[in-house]
């Protein structure tokens, strides 16, 4: 019995590190400068109306592909995040950010296959992300597949500084289209939003691993850089994946949580 059950892990563990191969394939080759205009142009249209805690329960649907435990459902990533922060005494505002820095991954619900942004194909919504045009560094995640990227055979995209200036800043680059920007640019649209700028780099940068953690784009970068570096990879160490079995129910964490949303937040819906 017990060797049924290893067998049936080991079968599941090959079979998740080939999602997430395939992922990331599929995001390297679709993952365009233009592409990321037209997700902008479509989906930051702050149309959809929805409580916080509405779209934190949405969560509990989907199942990120580009993360190798599929048994943790999202929702228990957010509230272990914030967790870990209010256990180490952070700032009320930091734990707000922890407990929400992926809900940018709402997209789904209005979301299709063909953008990426759908249950089935996730490689417009999740994942790292890297700059659009300019040169893929080795220093993504399956670097294998940065020629697949067909702006890579663009000469306007394919060298160091690309399109860019030298110096000019992480926030004047575009970077691949997903969650961290669609919930920085729909929380920046929301009046009431007060989350001070940490908060909101934490939540727009989180994913750029090749930049934060890989130590790629070094000519891009401005002088409030090295701040942002010192935000996210403070945020970072609880963003990481932690194997902790304890899950939580949202409705139980909310009562400690509500108020501080409120606070940072207020009361009214969020335009997604
Ligand atoms: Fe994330
Ligand atoms: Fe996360």
Redesign the pocket.
């Known amino acids: 019995m017990s060797e049924e059950k290893t067998e049936f892990r080991d079968y599941n563990k090959l079979d998740v590190n080939h999602a997430v191969r395939e992922h990331y394939r599929k995001m390297r080759q679709n993952q365009t400068y233009q592409y990321v205009q037209k997700m902008k142009e479509k989906y930051l249209t702050f149309q959809h109306p929805m409580d916080l805690w509405d779209a934190m329960a949405q969560l509990n649907r989907l199942i990120d592909v580009s993360d190798p435990d599929l048994d943790l459902p999202n929702i228990q990533h957010l509230i272990q995040s914030a967790e870990a922060l209010r256990n180490d005494g952070r700032p009320d505002w930091m734990q707000l950010v922890g407990l929400i820095?992926?809900l940018g991954k709402v997209m789904f619900l209005w979301g299709c296959d063909e953008d990426g942004t759908s249950q089935n194909e996730q490689w417009g919504m999740?994942g790292d992300v890297f700059v659009m045009g300019c040169a893929l560094p080795d220093s993504c995640v399956y670097p294998e597949f940065n020629t697949l990227n067909p702006d890579m055979r663009d000469s306007k995209y394919n060298n160091s500084l690309g399109i860019y200036e030298r110096g000019c800043g992480l926030d004047n680059l575009t970077l691949a289209w997903g969650?961290?920007e669609y919930l920085f640019q729909v929380l920046s649209n929301h009046k009431s939003n007060t989350i001070p700028e940490a908060g909101m780099v934490m939540i727009r940068y989180?994913?750029f691993y090749p930049w934060h953690t890989g130590g790629s784009y070094s000519e891009l970068l401005g002088h409030n850089d090295h701040q942002y570096l010192d935000w996210i990879r403070d945020f970072n160490q609880y963003?990481l994946y932690s194997k902790n079995p304890k899950t939580y129910d949202l409705e139980e964490v909310k009562e400690y949580y509500a108020p501080i949303a409120k606070k940072y937040l207020g009361s009214g819906p969020i335009y997604w």
């Open positions: 820095h992926d999740v969650h961290d989180h994913s963003d």
